[in-house]
Every structure is written in C-alpha cells, then in structure tokens.
C-alpha cells in the first residue's frame, strides 16, 4: 500500500542515479517510499514517466520528477536543510564539478567492469531480474529473464564508449580516481569534511554499484578500504560535522581535478559537444596519449553547457579573493570550461 504522505521513489538497487537520489533523502529526512520497478509496479511506474529511466520521483501531490540532478536541485528549493554546499565559492564549485564528473564519467568505468567480463554480467544480469521479478519467482523464469538482460545490455557497452581499445583508457582511470579519493578519504568521512555534498552524490553511488560487482568490488575492497567504507556510508549519509575549508581540502583534491577532470573528462565531454555541433555520430579524442572512440551522447553536451553556466554564474559571484579561477587554471581545467 503506497502511503499518501510520502514521497515515491521508483528505482533499482543496481541503478546508481537511483541510489543518488534515495541517499540524499536519507539526507534530508524527506519521507519517502522506496519502490522497485519491477513487473508488476511497471504500469504505475509508466502512468507517471516521460522516459523509460529510473529514478522517478512522484510528491504527495502526484508531481513527477525524473533526472537525478534536476530531481536535487528542484528539491533544493524547499528542503534547505541540512545544507547540501559548502558557501565558499571554490569549493562550492568544485563540489559541482565533480558531481558532473561522477554522472557523467565514473558511470564508465561502472558500465565497464559490469558488463565486459562474465562473471560481473552474470551477476548483474541475475541481480536485475530478481529486482524485475521479485526474490519469489521460480529460478526458470528468473534464469530466462537474467540471460535477456544479458543479451541486451552487454552491447551497450558501446554506448558508454567501453570497447577493446578504450578498456585500458577507463580502466586506468578508474585506478587514478580510486587511488586518489583513498587518500583523501583516509583523512574525512565525505570529500569536503564532516558532511556530504554534491560531489559526494555524484561519485560514491557510481562506485558503490562497482562495489556490487565480482572484479570491481574485488579491486575496491583489496585496495582501497575507506573509499568501501564511504561508499556505504553514502548509502544513509548523515551530518557528522562541518565543511572543510578549501585550504585543507586542496592537497589531495586539487590532483583529482588535474590528473583526471583535466586530463580525462572534460577533454571527452569537450569533444563529444564538438561532434554534436558537426553533425558526427562518432567521434574520437586522444586522453592521455591514447584515442578513445565513442558514439556522441546529446545528454552529455548538453550537461556540459551547464556547467560552463555554472563556471560562469560563480567567477562572476566570486569576489577579488577567489582562488576558484586560478584553480582551475593551475588543476589545466579552466581551458575546458571557459568560453
């Protein structure tokens, strides 16, 4: 029975935009019920969404709400507290920043791990019928719905640009970004101090999905335990202190943004957002010395384009003693995000 003072989340466990937008209402103490989207919620489920996507968000007045970002910031607007940003404008927009980069990028290394190598498609292939069927139905249905899922999201692979040239590029990315995010969470709880922000939305729920699965959880747990530990503390994160200064943050954040946001993901956002604008379907970038070929993503240029009105909206708010500019410009993301 739906409980009619609630809010309405339809989603997956193995949907990492989904478990976003559950954490922050966790978060925020918004009352809320967590619906999978299974079988026999599909007909409710499509009466209130525009797109075949988890997660949908309906309010206690039947309003329907689906993107992860949007979802956030619309709810922003009337859940103030606790507070979601730092105020100071670096890490204000830093925190911004990587959210895009955990969206928009970590989602490959993610898409990689669970889909390339068998063991990590049976198990997610098996995970997701369970979830569409439900844990009681027989292990005949449920084998013939996981080797579906199987034959279906495996050549998807292409669409996150996951192929056998690029395995190396999103594989060591995903050693860079986790190698990092170890270190600085060795020191804090969440990546800006004693509470989450965006950032933390963004990135953790794309890493705990890779922690559900056989090889990436294996390199996780082997290798970087309070990355693990953050990853489940983001499932139900909660205030355990203030926001760091960025002066504090800065010595093991700022080679995040260069050796990854610099280096790997706005270099491809950029040259995805060129292709578009040309009309190409494919397109093709060098990161870090190596071509990395994919098929153009209109969501992802469009993403783009906001966050550079974001850059835009904070260096014009940021007073004569903001180091967000020259951050940005010594981290070698400024070229990318200025116009």
């Known amino acids: 029975m739906t409980n ?3 809010w309405r989340i339809y ?15 966790h978060y925020k103490q918004i009352p809320h019920e967590w619906i999978i989207r299974s079988q026999d919620r599909m007909e409710e489920f499509q009466s209130y969404a525009r797109l075949p996507l988890v997660p949908l968000v309906v309010s206690p007045t039947e309003e329907a709400m689906q993107d992860s970002t949007p979802i956030i910031e619309k709810l922003e607007q009337r859940f103030v507290e606790p507070a979601l940003q730092p105020t100071d404008p670096v890490s204000a927009f830093v925190s911004l920043l990587l959210e895009e980069y955990g969206d928009e990028w970590v989602n490959k290394p993610m898409f990689h791990y669970r889909w390339s190598r068998e063991a990590d498609q049976e198990s997610a292939a098996g995970r997701l019928a369970v979830d569409m069927l439900g844990p009681g139905a027989n292990e005949e249905a449920l084998s013939g719905l996981a080797a579906v899922i199987k034959e279906r999201m495996v050549p998807r692979l292409s669409f996150v640009g996951s192929n056998e ?3 190396p590029i999103i594989e060591e990315s995903f050693a860079t970004l986790t190698s990092l995010l170890e270190t600085h969470l060795a020191e804090r709880p969440y990546l800006f101090g004693g509470r989450p922000c965006m950032a933390d939305f963004g990135i953790a729920p794309q ?9 990436a959880g294996g390199l996780l747990r082997d290798n970087s335990p309070a990355v693990t530990a953050w990853c489940e503390r983001m499932l139900t994160p909660k205030v355990g202190g203030k926001f760091e200064t960025w002066d504090a943050l800065a010595a093991t ?5 260069a050796k990854e946001l610099a280096a790997v993901f706005l270099p491809w956002s950029t040259a995805n957002a060129v292709a578009l604008a040309r009309g190409d379907e494919k ?20 993403s783009l384009a906001v966050l550079k009105q974001k850059y835009a909206d904070a260096a014009e708010q940021a007073d004569d003693e903001s180091m967000l500019t020259p951050l940005l410009k010594r981290s070698g993301c400024l070229d990318w995000l200025a116009d």
């Open 165 to 167: 040239g690029t395995a």
């Open 253 to 257: 954040l700022e080679p995040l943004l």
């Open 207 to 215: 890493l705990y999905q890779c922690l559900t699965d056989p090889t």
């Open 11 to 25: 989603g997956s466990e193995l949907s990492p935009y989904s478990l976003k937008v559950r954490a922050y209402f």
């Open 4 to 6: 009619e003072t609630a």
């Open 283 to 302: 397109f093709e970038v060098e990161l870090n010395g190596r071509p990395f070929v994919q098929q153009t993503q209109k969501y992802h240029a469009r």
